[in-house]
């Protein structure tokens, strides 16, 4: 059990996992929130969802801030520490794209969403789904190690499929080019998509990085 | 007095403080120029305030990389130099992003400044005024810390208001859309304005940051 | 030798270096590359291009990824492995910011290559062959602090140069304008070639930190 991420955090500190695997949920309903919110795309109703998604951001903000405090005040060797600071600040940082999507969706109200919008949420919801899945067994990752791994190969072939889908929608945006604001509005709302995949792959970087430490 | 930042830091290096207050004093010269810059808007007189500017900026640049270099040969703990590292980045942030709103205007030379420019720019002088307050009484932390918290508390504030006045003037651009250039080119110059109230917030976390660990 | 970086690193460590070359001829060839795709731009050998060097990019990520696997399971010191750390990454940065000027090139599909981007690619040939040779030197560094000193003020000089040309471009861009769509693509493609050169600056900081610990 030495040299274990159990042996070294569970034991002293078992309030980390619970407070990772909310901030993995808040993730998981912002996903849907954002994949329902340009599926059924409708000016009006796209406000109410970016306030849905702002609060859950906030609730999301709360739980990563009392991590770093806790953090700042808890006797843990240094690495750990820092590992699971990463690992809250990237899904804070997940959230934060898929909020920035829906921000954008309300300032430049866009006429149409893109179909590939839809795509990107739903390459989305799969990520949250194995990151939380990841997250859960993080503290029980002597037995858990190789589903980790494949979950984390799976968080970056989603990335790779991100970005394709990403390079294809604004190729095809700018082939057959109409009004530039539409253009430049779906190419940023798109890009928040796209990101929130990238950031998502950083979460699989750093659980990657634990398990080569301790499993 | 153990394991508080004073008997940590000042008396073996009571030099990071003035440097860190120099840092503050010229975000606060250059929050002022942004504002009159933006306030007065005249595209000949842009051209000097973004060299008043870019100097600061280069000052602040010296100062942090001074700030750096001492860091690195001077025996402390690790997590206070962290802590000092952080500090000094996100204060040379907030100014990268002050000179980016000056260098943008000079480069995109808009027709005309709107005035929410001068409104976010009002935010930045007072984000500027808590943040200089914050790290004069950074060496006194245990006499201060409450009137500190206040102070992270009001950049918190600062931040969403900002976020506000940005979200409504995006959303209004849009609604009348006019000429695609000019929108572009103000949604560039208040984004950065906006990024800079951002890492204005940052700063506070940083500072909570060490409130937490030494007060 | 006490407190060189060689006597830290070299003996027990040694495979960090040729790793880090590694990293540094990756970065030489994609800004080869690049100058070549934008001083002879033709838009069905651009794809080629950003094939060529997106293969790259991903051969410096697997080089990336083994160097951070390396240091975390490698006895160090911290703050060694903060430094490699830092440097393997701000490669990756000069590298991503290639292949994504690359990528936007396709993507885009701009009528025109402005001349501009073959002296922001020639300033990148000449950083990236300062940091090859600064990083070859950097096992050695007692004997060459001087030189790779001075390595870092060339990097410094080149931001600033590269700064001031895109700066003008921008400039010249807006002043005239035509089609927005082609002022977005061709400013979007030279914002990527400038930020380059501004990560290849960082490079220099972090050599520069790595000179005043260890020479």
């Known amino acids: 059990m030495k040299n274990s991420i159990f042996s070294k955090l569970s034991p002293k500190e078992p309030k980390f996992f619970p407070m990772l695997e909310e901030l993995a949920s808040v993730l998981s309903e912002v996903s849907h929130l954002i994949t329902e919110c340009v599926r059924t795309y409708n000016y009006d109703r796209s406000v109410d969802y970016f306030k849905q998604i702002k609060d859950l951001e906030r609730k999301g903000d709360r739980v990563s801030n009392t991590i770093f405090e806790e953090l700042n005040t808890t006797f843990i060797t240094p690495f750990d520490r820092e590992d699971?600071?990463?690992?809250?600040?990237?899904?804070?940082?997940?959230?934060?794209?898929?909020?920035?999507?829906?921000?954008?969706?309300?300032?430049?109200?866009?006429?149409?969403?893109?179909?590939?919008?839809?795509?990107?949420?739903?390459?989305?919801?799969?990520?949250?789904?194995?990151?939380?899945?990841?997250?859960?067994?993080?503290?029980?990752?002597?037995?858990?190690?190789?589903?980790?791994?494949?979950?984390?190969?799976?968080?970056?072939?989603?990335?790779?499929?991100?970005?394709?889908?990403?390079?294809?929608?604004?190729?095809?945006?700018?082939?057959?080019?109409?009004?530039?604001?539409?253009?430049?509005?779906?190419?940023?709302?798109m890009h928040s998509l796209e990101q929130a995949t990238d950031a998502a792959e950083r979460v699989a970087k750093i659980i990657k990085t634990i398990i080569v430490k301790y499993s």
Chains 1, 2, 3 share one sequence.
């Open 84 to 189: 699971i600071h990463d690992l809250a600040n990237v899904l804070d940082d997940v959230i934060d794209f898929i909020n920035s999507c829906a921000k954008r969706i309300v300032m430049y109200h866009p006429k149409k969403m893109p179909e590939p919008a839809t795509t990107l949420g739903e390459l989305l919801i799969s990520a949250a789904d194995y990151i939380g899945s990841s997250v859960k067994e993080l503290d029980t990752l002597q037995k858990n190690s190789d589903k980790i791994k494949d979950n984390c190969s799976k968080l970056h072939e989603i990335e790779h499929t991100a970005d394709d889908v990403y390079e294809h929608f604004i190729m095809g945006l700018f082939e057959n080019p109409t009004d530039p604001l539409e253009i430049i509005k779906l190419k940023e709302i």
